[in-house]
C-alpha cells in the first residue's frame, strides 16, 4: 500500500515459484519524507504512519486530510467502507474430509459456527470431546480464526453467527477439529437459499462416502 501511493521504492526480485513475494530492498522517497514532516507528532517517524494504517480502517478514514488537503484542493469527500450487512437464509454447505467423503449441510443463518460445529461432527459421526477452529479469510482477504468458546484466541465460535460469514458462493473456510490428530475439514459454502429463510433447524441434505472412524488406532485388547 505504503508503495501505490508513492510512499516507497520497492525493488522486486525475481519471481521463484514458491519463494513469495521477493524483495531486494525498500527505498522511502521524497513524497514520502515530506508528507511525514507534515504529521503531527511524528518527528519524521515512518512508525507513526505505519500505525495509522494498521488501525481499523473506520477510525482512520480522512485522519490525513486536514494535512493534505492544502495541496489537493479538489479533495473533498472521502470514500467509506460500508459495514458488513447481516445475510437472512438458508446457507447449504459442502463439507468434505478428503475426495470421497463429504456431507451437506444446511444451517439457517441465525445459527453460530458453534452450532455448525455441532452439526459437522454430528454428520461426520465424530464426539464432541476437543477444541476446534474455523479458518477463514474476511471481505479484506485478512486470515481470521473463529474458535472453541472455551479457547482464549480468536473469536467466539458462539458469538458468530452463520449469516456474518464473509463467503460467498463457491468459497471455502477450513474447520480443524482436535489439534491433536488435526482432523481438517473443507467446508464450502454452496449457495444462499433466500426463499427458504424461515428454516429455523439445521438438516442433513445428502451425504456421500463412509466417515472415518475417530479413533481407529485403538484396541480394546490394549486395555484388559
Known amino acids: 500500500m505504503s508503495e501505490l501511493f508513492g510512499l516507497i521504492s520497492v525493488r522486486h526480485g525475481k519471481p521463484e515459484k514458491g519463494k513469495g513475494w521477493r524483495i531486494k530492498d525498500i527505498q522511502r522517497t521524497a513524497f514520502g519524507d515530506a508528507l511525514l514532516k507534515l504529521l503531527p507528532d511524528s518527528s519524521g517517524n515512518f512508525e507513526y504512519f505505519l500505525r495509522i494504517y494498521d488501525s481499523e480502517a473506520s477510525e482512520t478514514i480522512g485522519e490525513l486530510q486536514p494535512l493534505i488537503q492544502p495541496f489537493f484542493p479538489e479533495w473533498r469527500k472521502n470514500l467509506e467502507i460500508p459495514e458488513h450487512e447481516f445475510q437472512e437464509g438458508t446457507f447449504v454447505f459442502k463439507v468434505s474430509l478428503g475426495t470421497q467423503t463429504w456431507r451437506r449441510i444446511a444451517m439457517p443463518g441465525k445459527m453460530t459456527l458453534d452450532s455448525f460445529s455441532t452439526q459437522i ?46 463467503l460467498q458462493s463457491g468459497e471455502t473456510m477450513v474447520y480443524l477439529y482436535d489439534f491433536g490428530d488435526n482432523w481438517e475439514f473443507s467446508v464450502m459454502l454452496e449457495k444462499i437459499d433466500l426463499e427458504n429463510s424461515k428454516m429455523k433447524k439445521p438438516a442433513l441434505l445428502e451425504s456421500h462416502g463412509e466417515a472415518p472412524e475417530q479413533y481407529d488406532f485403538w484396541d480394546e485388547d490394549d486395555y484388559e
Open 121 to 166: 461432527l454430528n454428520a461426520f459421526d465424530f464426539d464432541h470431546d476437543h477444541l476446534y477452529a474455523f479458518t477463514l479469510r474476511n471481505r479484506f482477504g485478512v486470515s481470521v480464526e473463529v474458535t472453541h468458546p472455551y479457547m482464549d484466541e480468536g473469536i467466539s465460535a458462539a458469538e458468530f453467527f452463520i449469516g456474518d460469514l464473509p
